[in-house]
C-alpha cells in the first residue's frame, strides 16, 4: 500500500476466518474495507490439494445455514471437494454405554435434509477464504501489528506501523486474545472447564459412514469426527491430569486406548498427525459493542470446541452484522453505537444457547452420582425414541 493514511468505511483487525469472511461480506456490500493482520498471508504450499499425507488437526463442523451463507460470498466455491466431508448423522453415547448401540441417533433423512452438516480443515477452509477475498476491492494490510487505537466521536483511528487508518467501524476479529478488547479496555467473564482438549487424526480400518460420534464419560467429552480418506478426526476433553497422562503415551498407544475408549465402533485406528493440546475455557466479552468498534468471533465469546461448532458463531456474527447493516438508513453512521448493540443483542440468543449446551451437558455428566447419571441416560433415550423432537433437535443444530 503506497499512501501512510487512508481512509475508510470498515476496518476488520485479524485475518482469521471470521475477518475474512467479514471482509468479503461487507465488501460485497459494497463498503470500503481495509483488513488487517499482524501475521503475514498464509500460503499453502503447491499440490497441498492432492496431498493426501498431511491434514490440518483443526477442523471444523460447519452447520447447513453456515455453508449456504459461505455459498452466497463466493466462499464454498474454492473448497476442493475432496478435502470435504458431508455428515449423514450423529451417534451420541452416555457415560453408561460404549459399545455398539448408541444412546441417540440423530439422521439427515429423519428431518429430510440431504446432510447434516460439513467437515473441513481449517486450512482449506481459510485458502477458500483467501480465493475469494483476493476477487474483492478489501484493501489487505498484512504482517503489520496494530500499535493504537482511538474510537471516539464518529470516527475510529486505527494505527499500524507507519500507518493511520481511518473508519467508521473498527471489527476486533482477532481471537481470544483480542489486542482490540484490550485496547478498549473490555472486561471478559471466564469459565474454566478444568479440562484439556486432545486433537489429532487417525486413519480407521473401518469406514466411518460419514457418521460423527460423541461419548460423554464422567468430566469428559470424546468426538471422532469423519474425514476424508476413512480418517477421522479426534477431539478428547478430559481432566488436566488424564491428558498429561495420555500425553505420555506414544502415538500409537493413545490411538489404541482411544479405540477402546469407543468400544471399538470406530475400528483399529493408525496416528495420522501430531497430537495437539491446549486448556480449555470459555470467555466471553461483557461488552461487544462500543461507539465505532465491536467484537466478533472468538474476540467476543471463545467457547468449548465440542464437535467443531464455535466457529458456526463467529459466522453467524458477520451474517447478522451484515443483514442489520442491509436495513440501515443510508445517512446512518454504521459505526453508530445504538446501531452497534442492536446487532450484539440479535446474537445473545444463539452465544447463550451454546454456552448452555456446553457447559450443561459437562456439568450433567460431570457428576459421578449414580441418580444424576441414570436420569441424564434416562432423557437421551426418550429424546431417541421421540421422532419429532429429533427433527427439532438436528433441524436447530444444522441451521435449517
Same mark, same amino acid.
Given at each position: ?32 474495507? %481495509? ?222 486406548? %482411544? ?142
Amino acid at each position: 500500500m503506497a499512501a501512510d493514511y487512508l481512509q475508510t468505511d470498515v476496518v476488520i483487525v485479524g485475518a482469521g476466518l471470521v475477518g475474512l469472511t467479514a471482509a468479503i461480506a461487507l465488501s460485497r456490500l459494497g463498503k470500503r474495507v %481495509v483488513l488487517t493482520d499482524a501475521k503475514p498471508i498464509m500460503a499453502l504450499p503447491e499440490g497441498w490439494v492432492n496431498d493426501t499425507a498431511h491434514w490440518d488437526t483443526r477442523i471444523y463442523a460447519l452447520t447447513n445455514a453456515t455453508v449456504s451463507w459461505l455459498t452466497d460470498i463466493g466462499v464454498w466455491q474454492h473448497l476442493p471437494a475432496s478435502r470435504v466431508t458431508p455428515i449423514a448423522a450423529m451417534h451420541l453415547w452416555s457415560p453408561t454405554q460404549v459399545h455398539d448401540t448408541p444412546d441417540i441417533r440423530l439422521t439427515a433423512e429423519e428431518a429430510h435434509l440431504p446432510h447434516m452438516g460439513y467437515i473441513v480443515e481449517s486450512w482449506a477452509l481459510m485458502n477458500a477464504c483467501w480465493q475469494a477475498l483476493n476477487r474483492t476491492d478489501v484493501t489487505i494490510i498484512t504482517d503489520a501489528p496494530a500499535t493504537g487505537l482511538q474510537h471516539c466521536g464518529h470516527i475510529a483511528h486505527l494505527t499500524l506501523a507507519g500507518r493511520e487508518i481511518e473508519a467508521q467501524l473498527v471489527i476486533g476479529a482477532d481471537g481470544a486474545r483480542s489486542w482490540v478488547r484490550e485496547q478498549c479496555a473490555i472486561n471478559t467473564e471466564v469459565f474454566d472447564f478444568a479440562q484439556t482438549a486432545l486433537v489429532t487424526n487417525y486413519i480407521s480400518d473401518q469406514p466411518h459412514g460419514d457418521i460423527a460420534r460423541q461419548w460423554f464419560g464422567i468430566h469428559e467429552t470424546l468426538a471422532l469426527l469423519p474425514m476424508p480418506q476413512q480418517q477421522v478426526s479426534l477431539v478428547w476433553a478430559l481432566s488436566h491430569v488424564s491428558a498429561q497422562a495420555k500425553l505420555q503415551l506414544s502415538q500409537q498407544a493413545l490411538a489404541t486406548e %482411544v479405540a477402546a475408549r469407543c468400544g471399538m465402533v470406530a475400528g483399529t485406528l493408525r496416528p495420522h498427525g501430531e497430537v495437539v493440546a491446549f486448556p480449555l475455557l470459555q470467555k466471553t466479552a461483557v461488552v461487544t459493542a462500543l461507539p465505532n468498534v465491536m467484537l466478533l468471533g472468538d474476540a467476543a465469546h471463545q467457547v468449548h470446541p465440542m464437535a467443531g461448532q464455535g466457529v458456526n458463531l463467529g459466522f453467524g456474527d458477520v451474517m447478522t452484522l451484515c443483514t442489520h447493516m442491509q436495513r440501515l438508513p443510508r445517512l446512518q453512521p454504521i459505526g453508530h453505537q445504538g446501531f452497534l448493540q442492536r446487532v450484539a443483542r440479535a446474537r445473545k440468543t444463539d452465544i447463550a444457547a451454546m454456552h448452555a449446551l456446553t457447559r450443561g451437558l459437562d456439568s450433567l455428566f460431570s457428576r459421578s452420582q449414580a441418580g444424576w447419571t441414570h436420569a441424564a441416560v434416562l432423557g437421551l433415550r426418550g429424546l431417541e425414541n421421540s421422532a419429532m423432537l429429533k427433527r427439532f433437535l438436528i433441524r436447530t443444530a444444522t441451521g435449517a
